[in-house]
């Protein structure tokens, strides 16, 4: 019987405010301020009981959306670190993230952090990401940073395996114990949980949970994949 409510793309912890912090020295104001358009609300919500989130909560006006309008404040900074083609990838990603701040007194992300990011929103496996999609990643690592934050009291950039197990839960994945505890041997070291490892383990669960809630059309909980579908979708990310 498969666990219920695999949803779970980062809705607000119990207690939580609603609105993302903001990366130091990215546009809209000092960390802790609200995030322009949608970037400020709640990572797509909580999750029904019992069933996914509806699809397209964690993409809000991703695909298909009108260009940015030419006011947007994430457009300037948008245009500023994309390369010529007028995307971003993984270095691009890394030094943004870097020259903002964004960490705050937690170590930089790592290259291989940025690349698992921008994979989980690369629907067409360019290894960039354009403008709406850069957009996105600034809501959900607000929703993360902001649940790290809730466990990690004392700034030490780590938190301790049980409290990991806590912030999985309070994003509304259910997954089994022997599920966790794999998911926690794979992302801690020396018994703790540093806030790139954890980014990279929120960004991992919400894209393998995206992938997997595409196939279940019948929300069962269950899923038949071909042997090549199943690698492209666990070795993308």
């Not at 119990?14 to 990366?23: D, I, L, Y």
Request: hydrophobic share 35%.
């Amino acid at each position: 019987m498969a666990y219920p409510g695999y949803g779970g793309y980062g809705g607000p912890m119990p207690g939580m405010p609603a609105q993302g912090m903001h990366p130091q020295g990215m546009p809209g104001g000092p960390m802790g301020g609200h995030m322009p358009g949608h970037m400020g609300g709640p990572m797509g919500g909580a999750p029904p009981q019992g069933g996914y989130a509806p699809y397209g909560g964690g993409y809000p006006g991703t695909y298909g959306a009108p260009p940015p309008a030419a006011n947007d404040p994430m457009w300037g900074y948008f245009t500023a670190i994309a390369g010529q083609d007028g995307e971003v990838d993984a270095e691009e990603l890394q030094r943004c993230l870097t020259q903002a701040g964004f960490t705050g007194s937690y170590n930089p992300f790592s290259l291989d952090t940025c690349r698992i990011m921008i994979a989980m929103l690369d629907r067409d496996y360019t290894g960039k990401m354009g403008f709406n999609e850069f957009k996105d990643l600034f809501t959900a690592l607000n929703g993360w940073k902001q649940n790290f934050m809730m466990f990690d009291q004392d700034r030490s950039g780590t938190v301790e395996p049980h409290e990991m197990t806590q912030a999985i839960n309070a994003m509304g994945y259910r997954v089994s114990p022997q599920a966790l505890n794999a998911i926690i041997k794979r992302y801690n070291k020396g018994g703790r949980v540093y806030f790139d490892d954890y980014v990279a383990c929120c960004v991992k669960l919400r894209a393998l949970t995206d992938n997997f809630r595409r196939r279940d059309t019948m929300q069962q909980g269950s899923v038949t994949f071909q042997y090549d579908d199943f690698i492209l979708c666990t070795m993308a990310i």
